[in-house]
Each structure stands twice: as C-alpha cells, then as structure tokens.
C-alpha cells in the first residue's frame, strides 16, 4: 500500500471523522462532510466558525481524522493524525466554498460564521482484516 | 429528548468511534464493535488487551465514544465525554464474553490478550437537523 492508495480511499468516503482536545483534555469526536480538497498531507474541511470544535483546534491543535468503509466482506478504517488548522482568510474560503453551501451560511462566500478546516496529516495507522500498517506521511514511501 | 432515548439510539447502532489521547497528547480514533452491554452510563466494549488503545486508556483515561446514523432524511450523531476503564479481572470478561469471540482469542475467555473497557459517560451532545442537544448524564433529566 502506497500513501497515494491512503488518499485515494479517502477522497471516496462521504463521511470523516474529525477528533480536537477540548479545554479539560478529552478528546471529541464528531463527523463531517467528506473533505473538500486533499492537497499532498492537507485535507481541507468547511465548517462553522462559531461550532466549538473552531474554538477547541484554535485552543489546541492537535488533531484526528478517521475514514472507514464497512463493505461485504471486509472492513477498512484508516486513522490519520496531525495537526488542524483555522482558516478565516478570503482566499482560502474562496478556494473550498460551492455554490451549494449557501444553504448553510446565508451571507455566502464571506459569511463571518463559514471558515475552513485545514488538516494536515503526519501519521497514519491503515486497518485491514485485522492487519495494520502505518505510514511516516512526511515520507514519500510507505513506512512499516 | 430524554437520557434513556439517547441510550436507545446508542443500542442500535452496529459501529462505535472511540477516541483516546496519545502520549503526545494527540486525540485518536477508531471503530469498534458495537457495545456488548450499556448498564446506566457505563457502555462495555470487548478489545485486545496488547493493542494501542489500551495502552493510552491506562496512560490516560480521558475518552470520548461517537455513534451515528445516516438516514435518508438526516443526519444523527451522537458525541459521549466520559473516562475508560481497562478491565482485566475475570468476572467481567466472564460476563462480556460470547461464544463467537473465540475467533479473535484462541485461549477463549480466560485469554490474556481479550480485555474489558468500560466507558463511564458524564456528558453527551445530541446533533439532529442542525440542531444540538447537551445532556449532563450524572442528572436524571436531561439538562438543555
């Protein structure tokens, strides 16, 4: 398995879970829209600017994404950790934000309250009919 | 929405997220099982006693549990904050234990590697419909 083969499976899965530490030190878990973008180790997420997973990677930037895929036969699940960064500038809203997403901010592209979520990935653990592989993202091969 | 409602929605659904946090102070998550037992606010789920998750819980046992349900009208996700107990006494793996089980540990029930977690819930975040409920689970009732 090439990283390549990591970020191909998740650009095909609908739903991602995104993980913060919050301000007593536990971690939260929520889902997400599938990612908007993956640019080589950053994986791009919109979101509310007021939501407190914002105010919780603002506080504390260490982050986890998961992505799994249950088929017939056999279940995938692939955890990535990093780094989650705020992004309020125009350009970067500009870059993620569709049409489609005024439904959920009504003042468009430059609503105060739409902001995008950069993840940037440096770790992962790649689960397969109970095998797991792990991967140094920093590095161009994989890494077992 | 009250907190037996919550635990309904819990029973149902076939996959769990939990989240740890790592030694370096990173969240992680994956998908397990759905729980063998949920007696209160304290949800049982079967693992391997030599896996990672095992090891950050009895480092730290700060721990969040997600369950989700996509229909085909909405979304529902439920994010629980509690702490983790590694349980490794024979009573409850006795009574966690069922007969299938035998595939992951050979040595059965008594099998060093087949451990208990325990998850105590203290508070909870419903989200339905672009709405969010919180619940203090240490209360009766529940606590908007």
Same mark, same amino acid.
């Given at each position: 398995m090439?990283? $390549? *083969?990591? &970020?191909? #499976?998740?650009?095909? *899965?609908?739903?991602? #879970?995104i993980s913060s530490v919050d301000e007593q030190g536990y971690p939260v878990t929520?889902?997400?829209?599938?990612?908007?973008?993956? !640019? =080589? +180790? !950053?994986? &791009? #997420? /919109?979101? +509310?600017? /007021? /939501? @407190? @997973?914002?105010? *919780? &990677?603002? +506080?504390n930037d260490k982050a986890c994404v998961y992505f799994y895929r249950r088929g017939v036969f056999r279940y995938r699940g692939l955890t990535i950790k990093g780094t989650m960064t705020v992004c309020m500038d125009q350009p970067t809203k500009n870059d993620i934000w569709r049409p489609g997403d005024k439904i959920f901010y009504k003042k468009g592209v430059t609503d105060p309250d739409y902001c995008v979520l950069? #993840?940037? =990935?440096? $770790?992962?653990e790649y689960y397969c009919d109970f095998k797991v592989e792990t991967f140094d993202l920093n590095k161009q091969e994989e890494n077992r």
């Open positions: 090439k990283k $390549e *083969q990591l &970020y191909k #499976f998740v650009s095909k *899965q609908k739903i991602a #879970f929520r889902a997400m829209l599938s990612p908007r973008k993956i !640019d =080589g +180790n !950053d994986i &791009y #997420f /919109s979101t +509310n600017t /007021s /939501s @407190k @997973k914002v105010t *919780q &990677y603002l +506080n950069k #993840f940037t =990935g440096t $770790e992962a």
